[in-house]
């Protein structure tokens, strides 16, 4: 009997172990003739601006894939579809939705959410089960230093998005025959993971140059008011205003410097064409350097979109409006996932995993290349001027098409 228990105990072993051994690779969810991508985005909640900008994006590289004959793998062509859920501007909840979409759906090709906090609900779960993750809005740094295998962001991380005003001022007091490290800095950002980054950058350059940072203030939490930040910089008169806190946050700032007429000669904020400050506020929103990813006049270009312009023109065809950076990245996302899908030629998640980590790719939103740690080390950031109404890149200099207006025009002389 011990005999007989002892060889059945052996036989289930060695069962277990050949099933380890000889299991078949994770493949991806395909349904018919189409490859399913699953999807968190804020649709509700304080993201959900930038949430409806992402889902655009992801939709409208759908749309062209599939109207061009759609992806080939294995020697058969596939159409791609999307699975969404709404993460409710909620890192919890999108991490919650990214167990669902692959345990309960089944979807083993993820895009990533809106911003850097949903983001990070999602990157642990994602590397739990081996499954890959290309986004284009969580830029925050943080993600990065994680040692994660599967997350792959095609933007520039958040540390380096206003960092080029505090570059633009030293370059400005230079040509005044000022010092740099005599220029003064303020910062006002939202308490979340990608406007601390912003901050980060923004403190480590003006370092750099000796500068001093004369306020450091966290914009109130439901980013309605900044009166007090306003009022110090009435008071000390910095050089520079430095302002991130998403949409909300760049509208704020637009809005209460015209409201108080606070006279700053640089003012620098993330998200200005997704709060449409110029729709909005018009005049008002003249001068101000707006942090972006992307603009429609460089001359990237790829086989799905062509140039950046013709990107520019198909969206704006399509959903009524110019695309911000937060779309043109989520389509730059997708674009990757199928650029690693036909090189792989497989579903196979690891194979697709593998080929995503050795992307090399222009696009249309420019070129994508990530290092170790899944960021994109090919793609600059920008700064653009509003200037009667337009978007004039100014900066980094050498790259321009145009030139800073400095200082802003007091507003007694607007």
């Known amino acids: 009997m011990a005999s007989k228990q002892r060889f059945l ?5 060695s069962l277990a172990v050949f099933s380890l051994i000889f299991a078949g690779p994770v493949w991806a969810k395909v349904e018919g003739d189409t490859i399913i991508f699953g999807a968190a985005v804020s649709f509700t909640g304080k993201y959900s601006t930038n949430g409806k900008h992402t889902k655009n994006g992801y939709d409208l590289v759908v749309k062209r894939v599939n109207e ?30 990214a167990d669902r979409l692959i345990k309960q759906d089944e979807i083993k090709f993820i895009l990533g959410p809106y911003g850097s906090g949903p983001t990070k609900g999602i990157a642990p779960i994602t590397e739990k089960y081996k499954i890959p993750m290309v986004e284009g809005n969580g830029a ?3 993600l990065f230093n994680k040692g994660y295998k599967y997350l792959f962001a095609v933007l520039s991380t958040s540390e380096q998005y206003l960092a080029e005003a505090i570059h633009l001022a030293a370059e ?25 980054d912003i901050r980060a950058g923004v403190v480590e350059d003006a370092e750099k140059y000796g500068m001093k940072v004369v306020i450091d203030d966290k914009l109130p939490k439901e980013l309605t008011d900044m009166t007090a930040t306003l009022t110090k910089v009435k008071a000390l008169k910095p050089d520079v205003l430095v302002v991130s806190g998403h949409s909300k946050g760049a509208a704020l700032a637009v809005r209460q410097t015209a409201q108080m007429k606070v006279d700053v000669p640089m003012l620098a904020i993330t998200h200005c064409e997704a709060a449409d ?23 990237y270009k790829d086989d799905w979109f062509g140039f950046a312009g013709d990107y520019a023109e198909d969206f704006e065809k399509e959903y009524g409006y110019p695309p911000p950076y937060q779309a043109a990245e989520s389509s730059a ?12 030629n ?22 994508v290349k990530f290092d170790e740690t899944g ?10 001027q509003i200037q009667k109404g337009r978007y004039v890149p100014v900066a980094p200099t050498k790259f321009a098409s145009g030139k800073v207006i400095y200082p802003r025009p007091k507003w007694v002389d607007r």
Do not use: H
């Not at 061009?68 to 058969?76: D, F, I, L, T």
């Not at 996302?333 to 792989?344: G, K, P, S, T």
């Open 9 to 13: 105990i052996t036989l289930v072993v």
């Open 375 to 384: 960021k994109n080390i090919a793609k600059p950031m920008v700064l653009r």
């Open 68 to 97: 061009m004959g759609g992806v080939k793998v294995g020697g058969k062509t596939y159409k791609i579809a999307i699975k969404y859920y709404d993460d409710e501007s909620t890192p919890a909840r999108a991490g919650q939705l």
């Open 333 to 344: 996302a997708v674009l990757v996932y199928i650029d690693a899908l036909q090189r792989a």
């Open 277 to 299: 400050v110029v729709g909005k506020f018009g005049g008002d929103a003249n001068y101000t350097l707006c942090a972006t990813q992307w603009a429609e006049t460089m001359t």
């Open 172 to 196: 400005q007091a230079k040509e005044a025959g000022r010092d740099p490290s005599s220029v003064k800095i303020a910062i006002a950002v939202e308490n979340d993971p990608f406007s601390m």
């Open 140 to 142: 925050s740094r943080s």
């Open 346 to 367: 497989s579903f196979d998640t690891e194979k697709v995993r593998d080929a995503i980590a050795a992307t090399n790719l222009q696009t249309f939103y420019g070129w």
